[in-house]
């Protein structure tokens, strides 16, 4: 059954929503399983800031091991245009801000003066902060409390090499500390990097084939070891063992552009968020996409549903060890908790 709705995510009151799950490939027509349904319920007021607080884009989503959410914003900026020229001077405001899971409010802030256009975001096992500026070219390693830790790439300087980036997206962290990073807006490809920061391998190129990119926008990785691609102006997921060798696709008509993947790693699913727009200017809004552990269509909401509000620009996603959801818009300038209900 699909039911169709003009672009709209949720109100900021309380729903609860029945997902089918669903049989299928990832590819061509998805099927109705016997699975029993999952309920989902937005979480009112969440996340609580302080009087006159202003929340700019939400670029990055991560939690940590204490189930904090960290969001990776852009105070004082905007961007809204692919092409895009970026401000030369880095942003005087704290950008990445810890919150309360249950409460929503601000626990700590760091980062001001150090970026220009935040975007991805990423807490790995150890509770390192990764993140990523598309404006400075560059990415970055931070502790838990926000002592820098390691920088890679030439700050303002774009490149295609071992040593530059141009415009990076994200970070996905393998459980030995060795990490991988899309590359991004204009590069097309992901690298691997060892531990201490040392070029190790990378893979893609424009295109649409498999193994090519067109924009990969975020990056995940699963317990196997498995390397997961939004791939964003191609609309799908691309699926890579650790060598970069590929796997699968997870691609329907019905996707637009994938902005971010996600692993639920507690209950073995894949999650993900696209934007949809016509004609570079009609606003159709977002749909979280929902995957179980062989790439079945087990879920999606939003445009593609029956609740009225706001229409969404959902940039990126992270689930905590409660399967709860947490998106950041960038049209609204809004992070959503959507909280996991038993069955």
């Known amino acids: 059954m699909t039911i169709t709705h003009p672009g709209k995510c949720l109100r900021p009151h309380t729903l609860v929503f029945i997902l089918i799950l669903f049989s299928g490939t990832g590819q061509g027509q998805m099927k109705k399983s016997m699975v029993s349904p999952l309920k989902y319920e937005l979480v009112n007021d969440w996340p609580k800031l302080p009087d006159g607080y202003v929340l700019s884009q939400p670029g990055g989503i991560g939690v940590d091991t204490g189930q904090h959410i960290f969001v990776f914003h852009r105070p004082g900026r905007k961007w809204t245009l692919l092409n895009d020229e970026f401000p030369d ?67 303002k300087v774009p490149g295609r090499d071992s040593l530059h980036f141009n415009r990076p997206t994200d970070v996905a962290v393998a459980e030995d500390g060795s990490f991988y990073v899309s590359d991004g807006y204009r590069n097309s490809r992901v690298i691997k990097f060892s531990k201490t920061g040392k070029y190790l391998f990378e893979w893609g190129k424009k295109g649409d084939q498999p193994g090519e990119f067109n924009i990969p926008h975020a990056i995940d990785r699963d317990d196997q070891g498995n390397i997961y691609v939004a791939d964003r102006e191609n609309s799908r997921i691309q699926e890579f063992d650790a060598n970069g060798k590929f796997l699968r696709q997870w691609k329907e008509a019905s996707f637009a552009k994938m902005y971010s993947v996600a692993i639920d790693k507690e209950n073995q699913q894949i999650f993900a968020v696209d934007y949809l727009i016509l004609l570079d200017s009609i606003i159709k809004g977002s749909n979280l996409l929902g995957f179980d552990s062989e790439g079945h269509l087990s879920l999606q909401m939003g445009r593609a549903g029956s609740y009225q509000g706001p229409i969404c620009r959902y940039h990126d996603l992270a689930i905590d060890n409660a399967g709860n959801i947490y998106i950041g818009d960038i049209l609204g300038n809004r992070v959503q908790k959507f909280r996991k209900v038993s069955r």
């Not at 990423?122 to 990764?130: P, Q, R």
């Open 89 to 155: 001077s880095l942003i005087s405001s704290n950008t990445i801000l810890m919150l309360d899971r249950e409460s929503g409010k601000i626990l700590n802030s760091w980062g001001a003066d150090l970026f220009i256009m935040p975007h991805g975001l990423t807490v790995d096992k150890d509770n390192n902060i990764w993140v990523t500026d598309v404006g400075l070219h560059q990415v970055f390693k931070f502790s838990h409390e926000g002592k820098l830790l390691m920088k890679l790439g030439k700050a």
